[in-house]
């Protein structure tokens, strides 16, 4: 089945910085990628995705990046704020969504 | 739109103890799913259904039954609870399982 890793686990950057969270998975068969965030006591919510058609995606201040050949995508933030604070998860989507561990993402004032 | 509603929210079992988590979607989803939560491991699958009538297991379904009477509604029994059953368990729908998942506020399960 689906292996997804994600790195790094966890992730400090002063205000304003960029921030880069990696993801590999293991099953080409894979082809929509979804990026969640999760705010603390909160169920996870869908902040951007790509689909294997495509390479890259940008939302205002977010992109997504995917390499097919490598099996690997990234989410790339930039101007973060202190309210980007959260943990970070990938997901690979084959027959089932398939997450990564996590990614705790703290923006320092 | 109330989107996926879980309850109950908190949960404290006895081992042993059996009881069942509701969620229940308003947005006519065919896929729906459950995800148990725990530190450093992300969101494991538990079982998922592709409609009404139809489930399936995901990668760590033993010690949980649910069944899909319905599009709108999918349980999760507990049939005897352990303590490795303690987790923040959330519940999922979407269209299908290559678009956007909706996910509840999730229930935290405490097995003493």
């Known amino acids: 089945g689906e292996n997804v890793e994600q790195h790094p686990s966890t992730l400090s950057v002063q205000e304003g910085d960029s921030a880069v969270i990696k993801c590999t998975y293991s099953?080409?068969?894979?082809?929509?990628f979804p990026w969640y965030k999760q705010e603390l006591g909160k169920g996870p919510q869908l902040i951007i995705d790509?689909?294997?058609?495509?390479g890259e995606k940008k939302d205002q201040r977010i992109a997504v990046t995917l390499n097919k050949t490598a099996k690997h995508f990234s989410l790339h933030i930039t101007e973060t704020q202190p309210e980007d604070s959260a943990v970070y998860f990938c997901?690979?989507?084959?027959?089932?969504?398939?997450f990564g561990p996590g990614t705790r993402l703290s923006v320092l004032p | 739109n109330a989107g996926v509603t879980q309850t109950p929210k908190f949960q404290v079992l006895k081992t042993g103890q059996s009881m069942t988590l509701q969620c229940a979607q308003d947005?006519?989803?065919?896929?729906m799913s459950w995800y148990r939560q725990d530190p450093g491991m992300g969101l494991r699958l538990i079982h998922y259904?592709?409609?009404?009538?139809?489930?399936d297991q995901g990668e760590v379904p033993n010690g949980y039954n649910v069944s899909r009477s319905t599009t709108e509604d999918f349980p999760l029994r507990l049939l005897s609870a352990a303590p490795s059953q303690t987790s923040v368990y959330f519940c999922?729908?979407?269209?299908?399982?290559?678009?956007?998942?909706?996910f509840g506020q999730g229930t935290r399960l405490t097995v003493v």
């Open positions: 999922a729908s979407s269209y299908s399982n290559g678009g956007e998942a909706f």
């Open positions: 099953d080409s068969a894979s082809n929509y």
């Open positions: 790509i689909r294997s058609n495509v």
């Open positions: 997901a690979a989507t084959g027959q089932n969504f398939v």
């Open positions: 947005m006519n989803h065919e896929y």
């Open positions: 259904s592709v409609g009404a009538g139809i489930t």
